[in-house]
């Protein structure tokens, strides 16, 4: 069987001229978010603006009459006082919390989708000067790939070296606690509320967690209330409907341990052959007549 071997990311740095550049951009951008004086919705689009299309936006030329609709509805949208997001429309949404982070979640989501967005290199980096201002609690070294996306961001802590993979939903309608070092892969979902099986507009919001060094894998699933334990990985596919203790690797639907990581202490492996033992108890009393 072949050996599994340490494949740290490669280093990899732009031209100099880009880096001095994408230097500068974040460091004035930075600046201003930091600023009193700045109207970060005009901040936004003009970024924005700057990001999409290399110049300057005059943005009296929204009633422009000699530009198409189109063109006057694209100008409109970047200004995120012109644009209405999902989560608001949620009747749990905080207002004096959720609207000074909404430009900055726009400029997030649109960035992602900017010709700039792809840059691995440049998007951590323009990511990372964003979270802390969307998200209640951001730890060192975060890491966010493109496409990520959240409810309401004032729900959300992650903690430090957090990595957060392209295409991940993790919804903050309740509260959503990720520990340190946790990975969450690609296409992965991540939920704090629920709704009731017959009033669809009754909806009920809980804590999520996501314990220190936990793998959530590849379109896996953790559903709200529920929790993953330190150093516990759920397998690709799989959804969370109850705790998955420490040092489990719980896969399926519904997600339960089926293994234990090598390294977990001895305590961790035997509550987990206790549960063995349980579960195989029952199932052979089940198939007694």
């Given amino acids: 069987m072949p050996k599994y071997v340490p494949m740290p990311f490669r280093q990899l740095r732009p031209l100099p001229e880009a880096e001095v550049v994408f230097d500068r951009f974040l460091l004035e951008l930075e600046e201003r978010l930091n600023s009193d004086a700045v109207d970060r919705n005009e901040l936004v689009r003009a970024t924005l603006h700057d990001l999409y299309f290399g110049t300057p936006g005059d943005f009296e030329r929204i009633n422009d009459a000699s530009l198409s609709l189109a063109a006057q509805s694209m100008l409109a949208c970047l200004d995120p ?7 608001e429309y949620y009747a749990n949404c905080d207002p004096v919390r959720y609207y000074p982070r909404k430009p900055l979640t726009w400029l997030w989501q649109m960035f992602d989708r900017s010709p700039a ?25 975060f890491k966010s790939w493109h496409f990520v996306e959240w409810s309401f961001g004032y729900n959300l802590t992650f903690g430090d070296n957090v990595v957060v993979h392209k295409n991940v939903l993790i919804d903050d309608r309740g509260k959503v606690t990720i520990g340190d070092d946790v990975s969450i892969s690609d296409y992965a979902n991540i939920y704090s509320h629920s709704h009731d099986i017959v009033e669809i507009d009754s909806v009920r919001t809980d804590s999520t967690t996501i314990g220190h060094r936990a793998r959530i894998t590849y379109h896996a699933t953790v559903l709200s209330g529920t929790s993953v334990g330190d150093d516990a990985m759920v397998g690709s596919f799989g959804v969370v409907t109850k705790a998955i203790p420490d040092f489990n690797i719980a896969t399926g639907i519904p997600a339960r341990p089926v293994s234990i990581k090598p ?10 052959d206790e549960r063995e033992e349980n579960l195989t108890g029952r ?3 089940d198939a007694l007549p």
């Fill in 117 to 141: 967005g792809l840059h691995a290199g440049l998007g951590h980096r323009f990511r990372r000067v964003l979270a802390p201002y969307i998200f209640e609690k951001v730890g060192a070294n």
């Fill in 283 to 285: 199932m052979r009393g």
């Fill in 81 to 87: 006082r012109n644009t209405t997001l999902e989560p």
């Fill in 263 to 272: 390294n977990a202490p001895e305590a961790a492996r035997r509550a987990f």
